[in-house]
């Protein structure tokens, strides 16, 4: 270059020489697409502070103007899924223009949506019709009298369910109803997803994306935003980490299985160790691990028997064309039985008596028929003349993953996770029943063979961020997984806070898992108490609630202290008991009312100071 092209700045310009230097450095330097950009950027910049129309830098592609129009994302969320929906909305959405905050509801009350422009809900719903733990807050505030006025937001919501309840995705029913109420603008229909989500979960989001656009929006946003767009252009520094998930699981190798119940036992406990090798994959105690199973050979032939199929016959699902024992085998949940299953069956057997079991009208009967069956019930007690091939697989969803409580620290176990998983077998119907993923594990995958496996992320079960905060932990049976990993946790970064653990099952020679562990954790000082109870080692049963009361003094002692309470394991009867003992302990320790103990209670609910992985 000659001298004239160097300086394009001259020395008379409008900066400090310094800078005059730096610019006649710097702009010789950009191709033809950068120089274009910067002038584009810069028009940009002079139009929006005199209020004109900001016109396109010449040659940049579209996609660098971008408007930055608010959008809240909140969520209720129970495992981690509608969490992690929510957090992938907001990824997409600033794609197309938005400005995304993502909302916990167990982080705001209603009086937080105040002021809300556009707005999606991504919540799960739990068990029989109840909202997500740490939702529960929020919900009732938003269902009363004083909740906000939510005239003109638009919005949309997508509800995560279960079929095989019959409350299916009652929260974002109720939801999208009260926002509605509350003078939203719904700018896309709700979408209720059952446990193989990932499909209508992405419909939703293009149909809500494409209401809000023609809602206007973007209307009123900027429409030229350089930082973005200069940071879209950089060129990136290292790859994007593997991200493994349903679509994308990781072939793990288990290592290690390990009966944990002693000869004797009525129970079978496995241990299971996989190496994670060089993939990458990493969790923190208290996530979970979903297992992506197959299902049983025998179960397939009896279903294949039933109806009179070969098994060879070729099927049509979305992954492609495949022979149906295989998609009873890999692809298909073909043991759950659900209301929804059993009126499509009925399109089929055409049977008067199943007619009349599904009507509406009958629900305590059709209740009581559903527990303990399986689809293999169905087809038996109401068979149908014509079944092929494509129609049972038609009846069926998606096989679910699995998700397991994680068993280990990574800081202890480097490259490896650990579970602690049930076996299920029993008798139910006249016939013999296995879990599928359970049973996956202990009969089907040998030692040295390979599962699909991912992380489920669990942020609302997390030990505190204080490492001198004393903890709790209530997890009898297979619920002591993720205690096993939070002791771990706390050993390997040398946290001085106090543990407390509470431990039960059925007998103490067989059932007591990890004991050498814990006695070792005691002895060296990593576990400062430790309460079991095991229930039929004497005539009068005894569990982990029972423990606790004999010690209120101290577990309310340790609450006042600060103590984080973690419960973890069967919902339906543990996780209710424990609950009505805190509840106990907390009035009578405390001098309280019933009412204030439950204010109390739920203030450590509020402060995530009481926490609980059940299921």
């Known amino acids: 270059m000659n001298e004239s092209e160097e300086n394009l700045i001259p020395e008379t310009a409008p900066f400090r020489p310094e800078e005059v230097a730096w610019l006649n450095r710097f702009l010789p330097a950009l191709n033809a697409e950068q120089s274009a950009w910067l002038e584009g950027f810069l028009t940009g910049q002079r139009a929006g502070r005199a209020g004109e129309a900001v016109p396109r830098p010449s040659g940049s592609a579209p996609s660098t103007d971008v408007a930055s129009a608010p959008l809240r994302i909140l969520y209720g969320s129970e495992s981690g899924n509608a969490e992690a929906l929510a957090f992938a909305t907001a990824d997409r959405v600033k794609k197309e223009g938005y400005k995304p905050e ?28 109840d909202p997500p733990e740490p939702a529960e807050g929020f919900y009732e505030g938003f269902m009363n009298d004083r909740a906000p006025s939510l005239k003109g937001v638009r919005f949309s919501v997508c509800g995560l369910g279960d079929t095989a309840y019959e409350e299916f995705c009652k929260m974002g029913k109720d939801f999208d109803a009260r926002i509605e109420a509350l003078g939203g603008e719904r700018v896309a229909p709700r979408a209720d997803c059952d446990v193989d989500y990932e499909e209508p979960y992405a419909e939703w989001l293009k149909r809500a994306l494409s209401g809000l656009k023609e ?51 009525q129970k079978e406990t496995i241990h299971l160790e996989f190496d994670l090798g060089d993939s990458g994959l990493t969790y923190e105690p208290g996530d979970s691990l979903a297992v992506i199973p197959t299902n049983a050979p025998e179960v397939v032939d009896d279903l294949l028997k039933t109806t009179k199929l070969a098994g060879d016959e070729s099927i049509s699902l979305k992954e492609g064309s495949l022979p149906l024992r295989q998609a009873l085998t890999e692809k298909l949940d073909i043991t759950t039985l659900t209301l929804q299953l059993m009126k499509r069956y009925a399109e089929l057997a055409k049977n008067a008596d199943l007619d009349k079991l599904i009507d509406p009208d009958n629900k305590e009967k059709l209740q009581t028929y559903l527990y303990g069956r399986e689809i293999i019930d169905l087809l038996h007690d109401f068979p ?79 030990l505190p961020e204080d490492p001198d905060t004393p903890i709790i932990m209530v997890g009898p049976g297979t619920g002591i997984a993720p205690f096993r990993a939070f002791v771990e946790e706390r050993v390997a970064i040398g946290a001085q806070g106090r543990s407390w653990l ?59 202290e600060g103590a984080v309470f973690y419960v973890c394991g069967d919902a339906t009867r543990m996780a209710v008991d424990v609950d009505k003992a805190l509840h106990t302990i907390v009035e009578k320790e405390g001098d309280m009312s019933g009412d204030d103990a439950a204010a109390y209670v739920k203030q450590l609910k509020s402060e995530k100071r009481y926490l609980r992985d059940v299921y």
């Open 102 to 129: 993502v909302l916990s509801m167990g982080d705001i009350g209603p009086e937080g949506l105040k002021e809300t422009e556009n707005l999606l809900v991504i919540v799960s719903t739990w068990g029989e019709g």
């Open 215 to 265: 809602a206007g929006a973007l209307a009123s946003a900027a429409t030229a935003n350089g930082n973005a767009s200069a940071a879209a252009q950089r060129p990136a520094t290292a790859p994007e980490p593997v991200t493994y998930a349903r679509r994308n699981p990781l072939a793990a190798e288990l290592t290690e299985k390990i009966l944990l119940n002693g000869e004797g036992s």
């Open 384 to 462: 149908a003349r014509d079944m092929n091939a494509d129609a049972l697989a038609s009846l069926m969803r998606k096989l679910p993953p699995r998700l397991y409580s994680i068993a280990s620290s990574l800081k202890a176990h480097p490259g490896e996770v650990h579970l602690t998983v049930a076996v299920v077998r029993y008798d139910a119907h006249g016939r013999r029943r296995q879990g599928v993923c359970s049973t996956y594990l202990a009969d089907r995958l040998a030692t040295g063979e390979r599962a699909s496996i991912y992380p489920s992320r669990n942020k609302n079960f997390k």
């Open 502 to 560: 509470f431990f039960g099952d059925q007998h103490y020679l067989y059932d007591f898992l990890y004991q050498l562990e814990w006695q070792d954790h005691l002895k060296k000082g990593n576990l400062s108490r430790l309460d079991v109870a095991f229930s039929r080692d004497q005539p009068e049963k005894i569990y982990v609630q029972d423990r606790m009361l004999e010690n209120a003094k101290d577990l309310y002692a340790w609450l006042q």
